[in-house]
């Protein structure tokens, strides 16, 4: 069964890092892109980063470009988000999510989820 658990949040000061880390089991890194998405309260899901089943390709939401990076560690089963730079309108619960291909970033393309973790960026 294919299973995804975030961790890695926290409550961080405007400007400073976090890495995310999503553990994932039950399936193959070749069949499953892997995104990360966030939410804020009052605010719709979006996407923030998507890497593919290949491991070659990353796209980024404008909003993290040249501040966030996603990366895999396949010896270890795990997805990374490095989040530097970061701004209080990050704050949001982020989740990662296994999908057939990274699309646009469009939620509906993922259909296995984890639980989340808070990310909070506040002075």
């Known amino acids: 069964q294919l299973q995804l658990v975030e961790s890695g949040g926290g409550l961080v000061q405007p400007g400073g890092s976090l890495r995310l880390s999503c553990a994932a089991s039950?399936?193959?890194?070749?069949?499953?892109?892997i995104g990360w998405f966030r939410q804020a309260p009052g605010k719709e899901r979006e996407g923030v980063s998507c890497?593919?089943?290949?491991?070659?390709?990353?796209n980024y939401a404008d909003s993290v470009k040249g501040r966030f990076t996603i990366s895999r560690d396949n010896a270890k089963n795990t997805v990374y988000l490095q989040m530097n730079s970061l701004k209080p309108e990050d704050t949001a619960v982020y989740y990662c999510?296994?999908?057939?291909?990274?699309?646009?970033?469009?939620?509906?393309?993922?259909?296995?989820w984890g639980q989340g973790t808070q990310v909070t960026v506040s002075s």
């Open positions: 999510a296994a999908g057939i291909n990274c699309g646009s970033l469009q939620y509906s393309l993922f259909g296995s």
């Open positions: 039950g399936f193959t890194w070749d069949y499953y892109a």
């Open positions: 890497l593919s089943s290949s491991g070659s390709r990353t």
